[in-house]
């Protein structure tokens, strides 16, 4: 039977490299045209809705009538639109109305709820088709074992009016191919899961009964790393469960979910036994070692993800590449690859309109436009999107870089949330500069804390570095991390010699608070599956106190 899906599996990517990769990668030849394309679609097809008549969009012909027609928006320029299409079942965004929502945290209290429309739906399986054979084809055999994937729930509430709200990502989980199915390790009632310790003692239990696993993949890094340390926490109670072949959780999950659970796992006295002489006399056990025929990991490689990926690859034998999961959020998927192995990413241009705005314009008040062969390789430029589902001049308050070109269109890789933008007294402090000036300082610990955070005091007048104590910390890391910062921000290294910016602080935080506030984080909205952690905020930002779980101030 396992011949036989890996033949359908192989099938699968043979006809998404010919009929959906190809015209993909065709279209970068001429990626204005392309855009030109894109763009009149969407205009024609919501012509005759709210937002398309108050904005003239049957007159539009032209990028340059769109620019100068329609505003850039934010969510809550849009919330009045999507509420009230929901509420009265009118055409306010789109022509199609969405049958669900991806719902994520908002800039106000309020979450964000992005329509999903049937179109969203069917975009999104034709670009996880071209995203899985661009790499199964760098990446032989990456889809010949297990597959260990994770999601977010498909469905985690409803709204008032009874339409559901979820993820993508686990939307895309459950309506996969039946064969296909076949390949992935964890039922999708796994990430219902509400109790976050049981879900990853789940996760990790059904993954250590499989020894067959070829291919990880996830958004984040942490979520890899966490089930790392959720191996090494339980590994006794989770090799008990494989050894008995009964789930840890019966006397929390519901009776139902949790037969459902159990029926799909296997218990195997074998891979016990062999689980036990891993992990005999306490010493350090992989991936490599749980896993022997892993073949490729995928998940997020840059923004604050990047300082992880140093921890996540000493979990992997050196052959193994960590592939870029791409410029991926709830409102859209960003970017596909055109070469896995050297982690080059073009813009969907075949389903999204893009229109970029460089950095220092931005921020300082410009709003010239860029089209996307108007970028200029090493540039950074904040994304304005419109997607088919009525996000319109949507700005995503994201960086990106621009890169080579593939064809004749620039490759892009996401370099931070806007947000992550701190200036106390003139500096302008990046979040890629923190998590490039912590990874130049990885040699201090045994492994590189997942939690760490440096916060803009602007009433102290400088800044606090709160960092989870995962190994010993030495006392003198504010010194160099400061030192760090300043070889990377000639304006920090400024404000600190003429001493506008008083000395960094250092704050150690029990081990468990990134888990903590990640939870809070969550429970107000976030996607667990794509979240990440801020590395930089200010203090007045901050919905969460971090002095509550301190160790000690240094």
Same mark, same amino acid.
């Given at each position: /039977? ?21 015209? %993909?990668?065709?279209?970068?030849? *001429? ?16 012509? *005759? ?41 009118? $055409?306010?965004?789109?022509? !199609? ?33 071209? %995203?899985? &054979?661009?790499?199964? #084809? ?84 942490? #979520? ?29 999950? $519901?009776? +139902? ?51 992880? =990926? ?21 409102? &859209? ?6 070469? #896995? =192995?050297?982690?080059?990413?073009? $813009? ?7 229109? %970029? ?5 931005? !921020? ?26 009525? =996000?319109?001049?949507?700005? /995503? ?6 890169? !080579? ?21 003139? +500096? ?10 912590? !990874? ?23 800044? &606090? %570095? ?24 000639? +304006? ?6 003429? +001493? ?55």
């Amino acid at each position: /039977m396992n011949a036989l899906i890996n033949l359908l599996v192989r099938w699968r990517m043979a006809c998404a490299a010919w009929f959906l990769r190809r015209p %993909f990668l065709r279209l970068t030849q *001429h990626p204005a045209r392309a855009q030109q394309q894109v763009l009149q679609s969407i205009l024609q097809r919501n012509q *005759h809705t709210r937002f398309g008549q108050e904005h003239g969009f049957a007159a539009m012909t032209t990028p340059a009538d769109y620019a100068a027609r329609v505003p850039i928006q934010t969510y809550e320029d849009l919330r009045p639109y999507i509420e009230r299409q929901e509420r009265d079942k009118t $055409p306010e965004l789109t022509a !199609e109305l969405p049958f669900m929502y991806a719902r994520t945290s908002g800039s106000t209290g309020s979450p964000k709820d992005i329509p999903i429309l049937n179109r969203s739906v069917t975009n999104h399986q034709a670009n996880q088709q071209i %995203f899985s &054979c661009c790499h199964a #084809s760098a990446v032989p055999g990456m889809f010949s074992g297990s597959i260990l994937a994770f999601v977010s729930p498909a469905t985690e509430g409803r709204l008032p009016t009874g339409t559901p709200y979820g993820s993508m990502s686990g939307l895309m989980y459950r309506s996969m191919p039946a064969f296909l199915r076949r390949k992935y390790l964890l039922p999708e009632e796994v990430f219902e899961c509400a109790d976050h310790a049981l879900k990853y003692l789940l996760i990790a239990t059904f993954a250590l009964a499989d020894r067959s696993i070829s291919y990880i993949a996830g958004a984040n890094p942490s #979520s890899f790393l966490k089930i790392a340390q959720v191996i090494r926490d339980a590994s006794a109670e989770i090799i008990a469960a494989i050894a008995d072949g009964r789930l840890p959780g019966r006397d929390t999950l $519901p009776p +139902e979910v949790y037969h459902k659970l159990n029926t799909a796992f296997h218990g195997n006295c074998k891979r016990a036994e062999e689980l036990r002489g891993l992990f005999a006399n306490d010493r350090e056990v992989t991936f490599a070692m749980l896993w022997p025929d892993l073949k490729a990991v995928s998940c997020w490689r840059e923004g604050s993800c990047r300082v992880l =990926l140093p921890a996540l690859q000493r979990q992997l034998p050196p052959h193994v590449p960590i592939l870029e999961m791409g410029y991926l959020s709830s409102e &859209c998927r960003g970017s596909l690859p055109a070469a #896995s =192995l050297r982690h080059l990413e073009v $813009p969907t241009l075949h389903e999204n309109y893009f229109e %970029f705005v460089e950095r220092d314009d931005w !921020e300082s008040g410009s709003r010239q436009i860029r089209s996307i062969i108007q970028l200029e390789a090493g540039r950074a430029y904040y994304v304005i999107i419109t997607t088919q589902a009525g =996000l319109y001049r949507y700005f /995503m308050n994201d960086l990106v870089v621009a890169g !080579e070109l593939h064809e004749q269109t620039p490759t892009i890789k996401f370099l931070e949330k806007g947000a992550g933008v701190t200036s106390i007294t003139g +500096e302008k402090l990046y979040e890629s500069q923190v998590s490039e000036a912590v !990874e130049s300082l990885a040699r201090n610990w045994l492994r590189v804390p997942e939690f760490f955070m440096l916060v803009a005091d602007a009433e102290r007048q400088g800044y &606090c %570095f709160y960092i989870e104590a995962a190994d010993h910390i030495r006392v003198d890391l504010a010194d160099d991390l400061d030192a760090a910062i300043a070889a990377r921000n000639i +304006e920090y290294q400024a404000k600190r010699a003429s +001493e506008r910016l008083r000395p960094l602080e250092l704050k150690v935080l029990r081990p468990g608070t990134g888990e903590i506030y990640k939870a809070s984080l969550v429970a107000q909205g976030q996607r667990e599956a794509q979240f990440k952690f801020l590395r930089l905020q200010s203090r007045d930002k901050l919905r969460f106190n971090l002095d509550e779980h301190l160790i000690t101030t240094a």
